[in-house]
Each structure stands twice: as C-alpha cells, then as structure tokens.
C-alpha cells in the first residue's frame, strides 16, 4: 500500500544566478504544457499494473546529475537522457519536480522553458529539441531573492530535484479527473473524466478502453470510447459508474478503486495506465464538513511541507485524521501516502508575505499589489491542477500569514473555479469573503 512512497532525492547546495533582470513579475512560466499530476505511461499492461518509477520504456528518471557553475555563478544541474529511434513519432516531455527555486530548462543548448514557482511539478515539451541517441538536460537555479517577499517560509537548503523524461504518442492521454455524487439507497455516481489530446496538424481517431476495479478486484465498469479530433484538438472521454457507498473514500476507511486505461491509435496500442483512484465527495457549510453525506470532524495537525513520511504515520497513531501542510513543496509521495493511510489532507500554494507586514498601502504587503497578481493566481492554479487527483486532498488555501487584498480575491476566485466541491480556506485573512472557512 506504501509502494513507493519513498524515493530517493538529489540533494544539493546550491548557489544560484539572477532572475530579477531577466524577466518580470507576470510571467510565471514559458514553454509550461498543461498542469497535471503525476501520471506516467507504460508500453504495457503488466507494467503500467506495478507502478513502477524505475527506468522503462516510455520513462527515464533522470540520475547521475552533474553540478556545475556558469558564468553568472549560477548553479546548473546537468544530465543526460536518450531518445530511442521508436520514440521519433512520440512526443518527448521534461517533467520537474521540487526544484524548490525559479529555474530555466535548457535541451542542447536550447532554453526549453521557465518556472517561476519552484514548488509545484511542471513539465515542458521538448519534442523539437531532443533528437535521436543522446540528449543533455540542463536545469539552470536561478535566484530566490526577488521573490522573498512573497516567499516568506524558510529557504531550500537541500534541492529535491527529481525530474523524468516521458515519452507519449502524438495523440495521447493528457489528463484524468473524476466527481462523486451521493445517490440513493446506499449509492453513489462516479463520473470520470479522460482528457485526450491531439498534437499533430491532421485529425485523429483515438479509442480509449477503460476498466474500473473495485478494492476487491471487482470489474465494475468497462468498455471504450472513440473520440475524433482535429488538429491540435482536444477533447474528453468520459464515463459514469454507480457504486456502494461503503466502498467511497475516507479516513478510517481509505478504499481505493483502480482504474486501467488503454489508448489505441490506428489500431496499435500506445500506451497503457493504471491508476489508483478514490471517491469521496465532500461539503463543507456552517463549519461542518460532510464527507460522503456524514459528518466529519477533523482532528488537524499542521506539518512543514518536507515533513518525513514516519511522521504523518505517527501523527495517525495519536489520534490525528487531518493534517494540514504549510506553504513549499509536498512531495508526490506525501500525497500518495495519506490517500493509502485515510488521511484528510489541507494544501497550502506557495504564498507567505508575511515578512512585508500587514499594511496594504503602496510598498506594504503583496497581497495587495496588482504586481504580484499573476504570481499569486498562478500558484494557486498549479496547487489545484498538479494534485486534484489525490483523494486525501479536501481542502485548498492560496496562501498563509500573508495579510489580504486583491492578489488574494483573484487567487480565490481562480481556485474556485477549479477547486470543485473542495473549499478554499484563507484563515488569515481577517474574515473577509474569499474565506470559505466562515461560511
């Protein structure tokens, strides 16, 4: 149940290079393809079952990384990765995990792309500028300090950079969602969601087989959808199933389905998923949360966000079911773990401008500086889209201790849009409307 909760990481010191002349507050990202949790494929059936993370052949962790200088005293991060002649109709993606500071991508030489939230998974298409046989990836740390203020939680000492090279076909699975409904008698309606995407200039046929399981192996959906697509077009598969209410998610009783995904093209198969997913619906009104119609009380302990994973076991062991994680990077593993353990888990983006103060006049607090606007909404997005998968997951926050103002309304309302049936907490910002806490 923990498989792979625990993965090794690359630790490093780091001395970093300038960000603040090479580009302005608004952007947070170039060369970013769609936010999305984890989700890796397999050439096959029997390999997408074990979920391995290891080295396989539409997925190469990258390892053996080299640390370097360049000549503006930043720290680059190198290593090398392949792209097999049977990957030259595939599309070739850079997946970066944990950074935990601004960074450039750089393939062959070639700037590939450019966060500015070190803290949340991005990936970057790198098609046009990987080629056959060997390639060098080169992950450039580039300076907190321009974003201190808003990044008040104390600095990364050791980088977790963990990063993959994953291959998809042209016509591929991009992402997978799903909603929880109660019903009657006992029941629920599930509904899922399949993105596909197509990213050739022709239109395209894809056939998505799918089977759900239930914790007890039980088949309880299957069959497959074609779905036409136009250039560059991207549609959603979808599919419902109707399912005990004894065997939705929640603390105490962390079921979890699993879903098996097949995506053919021009009658080959391309690739292959199997993803644990748990149902659960929540509400939460007058101070109350309703997991799956009931009651909950949580009983929360608040974490750093690199807590270790024998203490999320430990905090269970005293009593705790919730836990709520402060601003930085959660680890996908993190994540994974409190969905097997039956743990509610409160997300924080990466926002704390605490050190700026309360006051919300010119050069006061960022939260209400319209310059910081793009910053805020976008963390707060890729909080929301690189983890809406995780179960546990049934609360959301755009920041902590970072007074209030209108960096903070637009954040609210851009999470709201995504978040679902999860509230979007703001405890610290003086009871005002973009607070679901008080409702």
């Not at 902590?400 to 103002?405: D, P």
Request: glycine content about 8%; hydrophobic content about 40%; aromatic content about 8%.
């Amino acid at each position: 149940m923990t498989r792979n909760i625990i993965m090794s990481v690359l630790a490093v010191t780091v001395t970093v290079g300038n960000i603040a002349a090479q580009r302005p507050l608004s952007v947070t990202a170039e060369g970013r393809d769609a936010l999305r949790g984890r989700l890796i494929p397999y050439p096959t059936a029997e390999e997408a079952a074990t979920a391995s993370m290891q080295r396989q052949r539409y997925m190469q962790p990258l390892e053996e990384w080299q640390q370097s200088i360049d000549d503006d005293g930043a720290t680059v991060m190198s290593a090398s990765f392949t792209v097999p002649f049977s990957w030259i109709e595939r599309q070739t993606f850079l997946r970066v995990e944990g950074a935990g500071v601004p960074y450039e991508v750089i393939i062959n030489g070639r700037t590939a792309g450019y966060a500015q939230n070190g803290f949340a998974a991005s990936e970057y298409n790198i098609t046009k500028l990987s080629h056959e046989d060997k390639n060098r990836v080169e992950i450039r740390l580039l300076d907190r300090a321009p974003l201190a203020a808003v990044e008040s939680f104390p600095s990364v000492v050791g980088v977790p950079l963990r990063a993959y090279i994953i291959s998809q076909p042209r016509v591929r699975i991009r992402d997978v969602f799903s909603r929880t409904r109660m019903g009657v008698g006992g029941r629920a309606n599930v509904d899922i969601g399949i993105i596909v995407h197509n990213q050739t200039l022709n239109a395209k046929r894809a056939r998505i087989y799918y089977d759900l399981y239930s914790p007890d192996t039980v088949r309880v959906a299957t069959g497959y959808k074609d779905v036409e697509l136009g250039m560059y077009g991207i549609d959603t598969v979808r599919f419902a199933a109707n399912i005990p209410d004894s065997e939705l998610w929640r603390a105490g009783s962390p079921e979890m389905y699993r879903l098996e995904l097949r995506n053919r093209i021009a009658g080959r198969d391309v690739e292959f998923y199997s993803l644990p997913v748990g149902f659960r619906s929540v509400e939460y009104a007058d101070g109350e949360f309703l997991i799956n119609g009931r009651s909950e009380t949580m009983r929360r302990a608040d974490v750093d966000a690199s807590v270790a994973a024998r203490r999320i076991v430990e905090l269970q062991a005293e009593g705790y079911n919730a836990v709520r994680f402060e601003a930085g990077h959660v680890a996908e593993e993190l994540l994974s773990l409190c969905d097997s353990l039956g743990m509610y888990v409160f997300l924080t983006a990466a926002i704390d401008s605490s050190s700026a103060g309360e006051s919300r006049r010119v050069g006061g607090n960022p939260s209400n500086d319209p310059a910081w606007r793009a910053t805020y909404v976008d963390r707060g997005e890729m909080l929301i889209e690189t983890t809406k998968r995780h179960p546990s997951v049934v609360v959301y926050s755009p920041a902590q201790h970072s007074a209030n103002g209108i960096c903070l309304y637009d954040s609210y309302l851009a999470m709201k849009m995504l978040a679902g049936e999860r509230p979007v907490f703001y405890t610290d910002g003086g009871g005002e409307w973009n607070d679901d806490s008080k409702k």
